[in-house]
């Protein structure tokens, strides 16, 4: 090889001037074609699992199509040019700045981030006719229904971010709801939708007073969020915090919520769906607490299309959440739920240890005929879930569809009373250490007497 190497450079040197220069004009295009190749190579791997970072993509200020944040003027249709114009554009960062900027119903397009400054408010319209009428999913069912306060359908690669503040005027939104004359009388809108939706990254964001769910993630697939803290008034009702819809591979981390319903609430349809059905999977919620609420992370009750594969570690529950591990059906959902897990969930104070409730429904709601089959539940373990409560909590399976397979481990709690269990098979209780102030610490109930035909 160096002996050629040798005989090619004479060769050079013989040559004239003119084509020795061509040749080392031409051995350093093929030096430079070469190094591109090798960039364009590995480009893809350095850019493939994340998205550019905001610091060096192209931000649109929404002020800069005429928006106004004085907390009076409506800016839906200045926000809403901002997005399409970065989308236009090739993609980009649409920045809400300092102040409150009032608007309805805004739709993310392909490419586009989403940030709201640290003292920007996105706030909601009170007024109806600023939230449109969509096709999509609510309650598990997909319909025609009020869009969002903010959208995403069918999108990629994105990121919703903080540090300020999406308020949708929950509160004051209901009260215009109560009122309103016209028939049928439109949903209230759910605050953020995100539908459809894959890779998706939503950090770092307070979220406050939804007029009905708070961050509905439905058809999604690898969604993360991390820090986000979502409030609202304990007189708005159904303000879930998060509501996992049919989804599969969603990652909860780091996040606060305190809300009047479920503050995180697993979904997969009903059975009055007018389409199939989804199963809802592999999710992990950690590291998250869980302040007032009906229930710290709730299974149901839309369990038609299965739930499974989810755990639950690393979390605290507060006085005032009313069943941090609950689990709700009824009886003519259908479904399997199994494979679920909690793990190092620390109780403090809360109404209700463990809530299993198959025959569950709201307080203005009315059972269904029973499915064929039956929901089931099975194949649940209750690890070091310890601390304080009023009460050990209840589980109630159905006839033909009993809760089975429930296992406590290293589970230490302090109630007043203790565990009342219907309709329950193969659960072991070994795990479970709970002292109580008053009567047993676990009581198996006799089902209701079946009514005669």
Known sequence: ?????????????????????????????????FLLAVM?????????????????????????????GDGKTLNTIAIQKTIDQASADGGGVVEIPEGTFISGSIFLKKGVDLTINDKGILKGSLNPDDYPQIHTSFEGVEKMYTA?????????????TGPGTIDG????????????????????????CLEGCHNVSVSNLKLHNEAVWCMHLLYCKGVKVDGVTITAEHNIPSSDGIDIDACDGIDINHCDIDVNDDCISI??????????NRVCQNIIIENTRFGYGHGGVAMGSETSGGIRNVEVRDCVAEAGNWAP?????????????????????????????????MNWTSSHGVLSPPSNPLPIVRDVQLINVSGTAKSGGILIGLDGSPISNVKFVDCNIEAQT?????YVNNVDYSGLNITVKEGEKVTAVAPPAKKEQ
């Open 1 to 33: 090889m160096k002996n050629k190497i040798n005989a090619s450079l004479r060769a050079i040197a013989k040559q004239p001037l003119h084509m020795q220069i061509d040749n080392v004009i031409q051995g350093e295009k093929l030096l430079g074609y």
């Open 40 to 68: 364009l190579l590995f480009a893809p791997i350095a850019f493939s699992k994340n998205k550019v970072s905001n610091n060096i993509r192209r931000h649109y200020l929404i002020t800069d199509n005429g928006a106004i």
């Open 148 to 160: 969002a306060f903010v959208n995403a359908q069918y999108l990629t690669d994105f990121n919703i």
């Open 169 to 192: 005027s929950g509160e004051d939104l209901i009260a215009v709801y109560r009122d309103l004359k016209t028939t049928p009388r439109p949903g209230k809108p759910r605050l953020m």
């Open 267 to 276: 979904k997969a349809g009903r059975e009055t769906n007018t389409v199939p």
């Open 325 to 357: 591990v609950r689990f709700k059906s009824q009886q003519s959902r259908g479904g399997i739920v199994q494979h679920i897990v909690f793990r190092n969930f620390k109780l403090n104070g809360v109404n209700r240890a463990f809530e299993f409730n």
């Open 418 to 422: 203790g565990l009342r269990t219907t």
